[in-house]
C-alpha cells in the first residue's frame, strides 16, 4: 500500500524553478509531519524542508528563501517550490512522513546547462 507518491522532479537549467509535490494518503497527512530529502548521486541523503501538521515550516540553510514548502490539506499534499537552483542541488528528492516513518519512492530532479 502506498503512502507517499512523488511528482515534479525534471531537467532544470541553474537558476530555473520546480515544483515538487508529494501526495499522501489522508491517515498519514492529517497526523504526520512531511518533510522533503535529496539525495545527491554518491553522498548520504540529507533533510531539505519540513513542514508540521499545523503549517509551520523550517529548512535547511543553504535553501532558505529560495525554497518553499507548504501543505494543501484539501489535497492530502505538500509541495516543494523550488527557486534559484543549483547543479549541486541535482539529486533524487524524497518525501518522508514522521512520526510514522513512510518514504516515497522519489523523483529525480537534475539541475544542469
Known amino acids: 500500500q502506498v503512502q507517499l507518491v512523488e511528482s515534479g522532479g525534471g531537467f532544470v537549467q541553474p537558476g530555473g524553478s520546480l515544483r515538487l509535490s508529494c501526495a499522501a494518503s489522508?491517515?498519514?497527512?492529517?497526523?504526520?509531519?512531511l518533510g522533503w530529502y535529496r539525495q545527491a548521486p554518491g553522498k548520504e541523503r540529507e533533510w531539505v524542508a519540513g513542514?508540521?501538521?499545523?503549517?509551520?515550516?523550517n529548512y535547511k540553510d543553504s535553501v532558505k528563501g529560495r525554497f518553499t514548502i507548504s501543505r494543501d490539506n484539501a489535497k492530502n499534499t505538500v509541495y516543494l517550490q523550488m527557486n534559484s537552483l543549483k547543479p549541486e542541488e541535482t539529486g533524487v528528492y524524497y518525501c518522508?512522513?514522521?512520526?510514522?516513518?513512510?518514504w516515497g519512492q522519489g523523483t529525480q530532479v537534475t539541475v544542469s546547462s
Open positions: 518522508h512522513s514522521t512520526p510514522r516513518d513512510y
Open positions: 489522508g491517515s498519514i497527512f492529517s497526523s504526520n509531519a
Open positions: 513542514i508540521t501538521t499545523r503549517g509551520s515550516t
